[in-house]
């Protein structure tokens, strides 16, 4: 009987850090995603940043798990090779959902190019893990899926985050103006980041069910040109 990866292949990724597992969200995944950000992000050190950025009173809404659901649903509605997201649960190898991290693009075969969001839970803050999530998924992009650049963005109050993209070696990328919340202007500073210029971490990533996953997102041609030129395990 056909199994709900065999529908979905994108739910065979597996990504491994020494200290993380970084997955596709699922439905049954969504009460630990929203009890995670019920926690509290709004802090300047802790609210979304990126592809993945809502307002700043998301975690504070009522509407917060209905809006995550529709999100996360939306998201796979979307997929497909012109324009994807993937979002990808973070959880610690000892099993506790901790928080979230995106990678998607646009115009993929072409551009070669993904952007990246990400928020973790208050309580895993300030222990490294959002480097290692962050490094995880450009690992991936940049020697699975075959991308040249990285793209990702932060409000100018969230030094955690432009700290984090700083030290895996983006440079800046320009800046806008978005509401952030309603009425609420805020200043949003862009990064770049070329393949050549990562600062790969010292440790080596795991991935499961890559060719499956790159399949959907890349279509057939492209994913079997990813796989030819990926890293052994």
Request: proline share 6%; net charge neutral.
């Amino acid at each position: 009987m056909m199994t709900l990866e065999d529908a979905w292949p994108v739910f065979r990724l597996r990504l491994l850090t020494p200290r993380l597992e970084l997955r596709p969200l699922r439905d049954e995944d969504i009460p630990h995603y929203v009890e995670a950000a019920r926690g509290g992000l709004t802090d300047p050190a802790l609210a979304p940043c990126g592809r993945s950025a809502l307002s700043n009173a998301w975690d504070k809404s009522d509407d917060i798990a209905a809006n995550s659901a529709r999100w996360i649903w939306e998201t796979r509605l979307r997929c497909r090779p012109e324009e994807w997201t993937v979002m990808f649960g973070v959880w610690s190898r000892g099993g506790g959902f901790l928080g979230s991290q995106d990678v998607g693009a646009t115009d993929f075969a072409a551009l070669r190019t993904v952007g990246t969001g990400s928020w973790l839970r208050r309580s895993a803050r300030g222990l490294g893990l959002g480097t290692e999530m962050r490094a995880a998924v450009l690992l991936w992009a940049f020697d699975h899926l075959g991308a040249e650049l990285a793209q990702t963005s932060a409000y100018d109050w969230n030094a955690p985050s432009i700290g984090i993209s700083r030290s895996l070696g983006y440079g800046p990328n320009g800046e806008a103006r978005c509401e952030g919340a309603p009425g609420v202007v805020e200043r949003e500073l862009r990064f770049r980041l070329a393949k050549e210029a990562f600062r790969r971490p010292g440790w080596q990533l795991e991935v499961h069910g890559h060719a499956a996953a790159a399949a959907v997102l890349l279509g057939p041609d492209q994913a079997d040109t990813t796989a030819s030129s990926a890293p052994p395990g």
